[in-house]
């Protein structure tokens, strides 16, 4: 009588198995589609240096550029990251408007960032600099010419310093916890970057 009972536990335990590994592919599956899940989300404060004019990303509203001062209050960014991956949606801290890309490539300010099209995926460079891909068009990038304008997704590449960003701690802040890494940038460092290779040496 012992062995029909043996025979009869075995497949339950299998089934309970079984059951947990697929409410555990369900859990996963169900905050992969659901970016917007509270739990998977961590939140930063900061700034974007823009490589290319050498001031901040700021968002007024609708209107984006990258002519924000250091500590300014429309260039202290909200950064919402996923826990799973590392896709972003940048939103104004003061403005509340989201950083989007349509479907022509402009840059623009929406309130509502639930949209694939507010979300970035980050790709850190060699140089210490981070790109900001839009998660839905492939290939465009966040990127802002001399005059701190944005420019078009469809214009951009990656080894254009015209999308490189690094991240800086807004100015007379800092966050012990803060994960990420950020990279100081210093008017010498501005100078360096933008001597010209035939310029005279003192």
Avoid at 153 to 161: E, M
Avoid at 183 to 199: E, F, I, M, S, Y
Wanted: with cysteine.
């Amino acid at each position: 009588m012992e062995v029909p009972l043996a025979i009869s536990v075995l497949p339950s335990a299998c089934c309970e198995s079984q059951q947990s590994s697929a409410d555990f592919r369900f859990y996963i599956e169900n905050h992969t589609r659901n970016p917007d899940d509270l739990s998977r989300k961590q939140v930063r404060i900061y700034q974007l240096y823009s490589r290319t004019t050498g001031k901040h990303v700021q968002i007024l509203g609708k209107k984006i550029n990258a002519n924000g001062d250091d500590g300014g209050k429309y260039a202290l960014l909200v950064v919402e990251t996923e826990t799973f991956g590392s896709h972003i949606r940048i939103k104004g801290k003061e403005s509340e408007h989201y950083i989007c890309m349509n479907e022509k490539g402009k840059i623009v300010g929406r309130p509502d960032g639930r949209k694939q099209e507010c979300v970035f995926v980050e790709e850190f460079l060699e140089n210490n600099y981070t790109a900001l891909v839009s998660a839905k068009y492939k290939g465009w990038y966040l990127g802002f010419n001399r005059k701190g304008r944005p420019k078009k997704g469809s214009r951009t590449t990656q080894r254009q310093q015209e999308v490189h960003f690094m991240k800086r701690h807004p100015k007379g802040r800092a966050d012990p916890l803060e994960e990420f890494r950020f990279t100081p940038v210093t008017k010498r460092t501005r100078r360096a970057r933008r001597l010209k290779p035939n310029a005279k040496r003192n």
